[in-house]
């Protein structure tokens, strides 16, 4: 499985951003997708995931800000931004759940 994350940028607070992940290698429909970020000096955590069959679920930081959605017939999910903090600042990274090996991150920058 191939995983390629793109969209990220440098913002100022308050703005927004859309990610955007295409997965290849996969029966891509039939597996949850997750979003994940790694801070500096952090652990990588999950921030939000879907299901195959749509359900959503978001860490509490993150609620009602960011919102993730998946294209089947593109292979593709997607993270969008939205009410960006500089907390938010990290690099991005999609995976399959269960995790496969971790592909190309993008990072995202907010500026206070």
């Known amino acids: 499985v191939q995983l390629q994350a793109s969209g990220g940028g440098s913002v100022q607070a308050g703005g927004s951003l859309r990610l955007s992940c295409a997965a290849s290698?996969?029966?891509?429909?039939?597996?949850?997708m997750g979003w994940y970020r790694q801070a500096p000096g952090k652990q990588r955590e999950l921030v939000a995931a879907i299901t195959s069959g749509g359900m959503t679920n978001y860490t509490d930081s993150v609620k009602g800000r960011f919102t993730i959605s998946r294209d089947n017939a593109k292979n593709t999910v997607y993270l969008q931004m939205n009410s960006l903090k500089p907390e938010d600042t990290a690099v991005y990274y999609c995976?399959?759940?269960?995790?496969?090996?971790w592909g190309k991150g993008t990072l995202v920058t907010v500026s206070s």
């Open positions: 290698g996969s029966i891509f429909s039939i597996y949850s």
């Open positions: 995976n399959q759940l269960p995790r496969v090996p």
